[in-house]
Structure formats: C-alpha cells, structure tokens
Nanobody, 123 residues
Framework: QLQLVESGGGLVQPGGSLRLSCAAS????????IAWFRQAPGKEREGVSC????????NYASSVKGRFTISRDNAKNTVYLQMNSLKPEDTAVYYC????????????????WGKGTLVTVSS
C-alpha cells in the first residue's frame, strides 16, 4: 500500500518550534518532489514549501520564509519541515504530498498525500 504519513504535530506556544516528518511506505521518495501544505479552519489549502528530488531546490511561501526549513533524507525515505518562531496564524493541519518528477525540480503537484498532522500555536 502506497502512503505518506505525517507526524510531529502538536501544541506549541508562540515563538516555539516543531519538526514535522513525512514518511513514505510502499514506494521510494527518490523520484518524487515533496511539498508541504496546510489548511486552517475556514481557509483554503496553502502550499507551504517544496523540495526537489535531490534536495537541491527548495521553495517557501512568503508567510513562512526565514522561519521554516524543508529537508529530506532519501535513505530514510522521509522529508522534514522544521518550523521555528511559530505564530498563532501557523495553526493548521499540515499535509505532505508527493509528485513524481523526472527532473530535479520543486513541485506543488500531488500524486499522493497523507492524512495530515495538526499544529496548534497558542499560549
């Protein structure tokens, strides 16, 4: 069964940090660009960050640039999102998605996605 599983969400105070993980099972992430999305209550899904197959190319939404860092460990078949200086407006369900790419580009396309992990930033 092909699936992506997110973990690492939780409750954190403003200014705090969390590291989300996106682990793949049933397929290897080597050939996939990976993206993180988030969706807050009552809002549309937003692309947060993406990373190319090699990890050489990354992209960030302006709302998280300088605070979030995306990385990947292909040997562990896992992608990470390090989130620092968290704000209440970062509260959302965070999803990871995989898009098969034959070039080393960063994409917000979706072939597979996970069920999400909830991040709540509140004092």
């Amino acid at each position: 069964q092909l699936q992506l599983v997110e973990s690492g969400g939780g409750l954190v105070q403003p200014g705090g940090s969390l590291r989300l993980s996106c682990a793949a099972s049933g397929f290897t992430l080597d050939y996939y660009s990976i993206a993180w999305f988030r969706q807050a209550p009552g809002k549309e899904r937003e692309g947060v960050s993406c990373i190319s197959r090699s990890g050489y190319t990354t992209n960030y939404a302006s709302s998280v640039k300088g605070r979030f860092t995306i990385s990947r460990d292909n040997a562990k078949n896992t992608v990470y999102l390090q989130m620092n200086s968290l704000k209440p407006e970062d509260t959302a369900v965070y999803y990871c998605a995989a898009k098969k790419y034959y070039s080393d580009s960063c994409s917000y396309g979706i072939d597979y996605w996970g069920k999400g992990t909830l991040v709540t930033v509140s004092s």
